[in-house]
């Protein structure tokens, strides 16, 4: 063989192994896993949205991305059981919407990075180290700036029923949140000088009997926090039987027939958990990668719910409000 040719083809061959390298690295198929409390149907438009934004950075099911769902149905006491799954699958990455999913995937794996979407407080809840430096195997992104945010829906809810003096606040008692949460409503409570009716529920199973208590201790209002978005028409249906006027803390409820929601819009914000997972999955790590919080929240206020709860919502509101429902 001619010595040029051979040193051409050593060369040409020693050229070409990165690049296949590079391509073979290209064409494997990834494989998450999505942890999440609710059933799948109470939160497709927001899964939808997260999907979007994975092909929008070049990800697609079913392609170069194997999605290994994993829904509790509404009952959070599952999670632990469902992460361990998703950890002996071997998945690349976990996603985790809400706090209690975060949680679960993270007593269930310290290597396998997991993206959080929503979790209230996770710096103390030790998920992350910090925002800025999250130090370990988590990040993503966190609900909400401070935890304040929780009294300003009490606020909201003064506003809109002024004659308010006792409003019941519906939570989950097994979230991990619910306990710096009601710190905080109480807190704003005690400024407005608003009785508090605390109701621990954890499920459609019990909410009878929480709105009956309700109605017992003549409730002005009503607070919905917790991860019961799966039932959200249930909710809305219980609050108008009652003639309660409610504030929720997603939109959501509201086009189901709430009053109000003031939080953030989950199907814009959702779509920033996309960015982290195609970081982590081209190599960055979570430790490195700081967590994103909302600088955006929505008043929803929905308007023939209120005429038929016999409210007139005041026109300061009204002109506050990002979406008004006719």
């Not at 064409?27 to 998450?32: A, E, L, N, Q, S």
């Not at 909201?156 to 306990?179: N, T």
């Not at 027939?257 to 790590?285: E, N, P, Q, S, T």
């Amino acid at each position: 063989m001619d010595r040029r040719v051979f040193i051409g083809m050593l060369g040409g061959g020693l050229l070409a192994a990165p690049f296949a390298a590079e391509a073979q690295q290209a064409g494997k198929v990834y494989r998450i896993g999505y942890l999440s409390a609710p059933t799948r149907e109470s939160v497709e438009h927001v899964l939808q949205a997260f999907l979007r934004a994975l092909r929008e950075l070049g990800w697609v099911e079913g392609q170069n991305l194997i999605i290994e769902y994993r829904w509790a149905e509404g009952k959070i006491e599952r999670l632990p059981a469902l992460a361990a799954e998703l950890v002996q699958r071997k998945v690349d990455l976990i996603v985790a919407p809400a706090t209690s999913a975060v949680l679960a995937a993270k007593n269930a794996t310290s290597s396998i990075p997991i993206v959080m979407i929503f979790p209230i407080n996770p710096v103390e809840l030790k998920l992350v180290a910090s925002l800025a430096r999250p130090g370990g195997n988590v990040t993503g992104t966190t609900f909400t700036p401070t935890p304040e945010i929780f009294g300003k829906h009490l606020e909201l809810l003064k506003e809109a029923i002024p004659q308010a003096s006792r409003v019941a606040i519906l939570y989950h008692p097994a979230e991990a949140g619910s306990p710096r949460l009601l710190k905080e409503v109480e807190a704003a409570a005690r400024s407005l000088r608003v009785q508090l009716q605390r109701l621990g529920t954890r499920g459609p199973e019990e909410f009878d009997s929480a709105f009956a208590a309700m109605a017992r201790e003549r409730a002005d209002g009503l607070l919905v926090f917790g991860n019961f978005i799966s039932h959200r028409t249930r909710l809305t249906e219980l609050a108008a039987k009652y003639h309660l006027p409610t504030m929720y803390a997603q939109g959501e409820y509201v086009a189901a027939g709430g009053l109000m929601a003031y939080g953030v819009k989950m199907a814009d914000f959702v779509g920033r958990a996309a960015v982290y997972v195609d970081k982590i999955l081209k190599g960055a790590k979570p430790a490195d990668l700081p967590v994103e919080q909302p600088s955006k929240f929505e008043l929803v206020i929905n308007l023939k719910t209120a005429k038929a709860l016999g409210l007139t919502i005041p026109q300061s509101l009204l002109l506050r409000a990002d979406e008004v429902i006719q």
